[in-house]
């Protein structure tokens, strides 16, 4: 393939090259562009980020296989960090995942969602940003007393609700971080 007709890497807008060609166990050649995962949306970001998945699949190849705790984002949206070892070969992250204002959905389409502890449905720590207490009259955030205690205590029955686990909220940040067993869409509404 011609170096301008070979399909590029996208991370937070920046186009990258890849150019390796690693061995699989099954002694077949495959290209490290095909094994990592797919980001297209400069706003999104995973970690590692998508070029350290390609050095470090070079480098150990499998890798992409096993990754720890793989963590994906959106800047000024949130983040999920999914738990233990996940294999992120090939994953469309933009059809995956969508991160909107205060809510992250992971497969929204029921029809294309693996079984549960496969793919991206599995357990995992999400962190939705800009979840804030306010005074809808004046404009202005709590950051601390009897108002958020309340806030607070939405959002754990929130999280019971759809099935996840509250781990904290931090008034002052507006970061709000529960876990799921698997995904389904989580958020506030």
């Not at 996940?86 to 693996?114: A, C, H, M, Q, W």
């Not at 962190?127 to 207490?133: D, G, P």
């Not at 306010?134 to 754990?156: A, I």
């Amino acid at each position: 393939m011609a170096p301008s007709s070979r399909p590029s890497l996208v991370e937070n807008g920046s186009c990258h090259e890849p150019k390796a060609v690693t061995q699989e166990g099954s002694g077949s050649v495959t290209s490290v562009e095909r094994l990592i995962p797919k980001l297209p949306q400069g706003d999104y970001f995973t970690e590692p980020s998508v070029e350290e998945l390609a050095a470090k699949e070079r480098a150990e190849p499998g890798y992409c296989r096993r990754v720890r705790d793989f963590v994906v984002g959106r800047h000024g949206y949130g983040s999920i960090k999914f738990l233990g070892e996940t294999d992120v070969r090939g994953l469309d992250l933009e059809s995956i995942v969508e991160f909107n204002i205060r809510e992250v959905i992971v497969y929204k389409d029921d029809s294309k969602k693996p079984a549960v502890g496969e793919g991206l449905n599995k357990a995992a720590e999400v962190t939705l940003l800009n979840i804030k207490c306010m005074n809808k009259k004046t404009g202005e955030q709590y950051h601390e007393g009897p108002r958020v205690d309340r806030y607070r205590e939405m959002l754990v029955k929130k999280a019971e609700e759809q099935g996840a686990e509250f781990v904290s909220f931090n008034a002052a940040k507006g970061e709000w971080k529960f876990r799921v067993k698997h995904f389904s869409a989580y958020g506030l509404w």
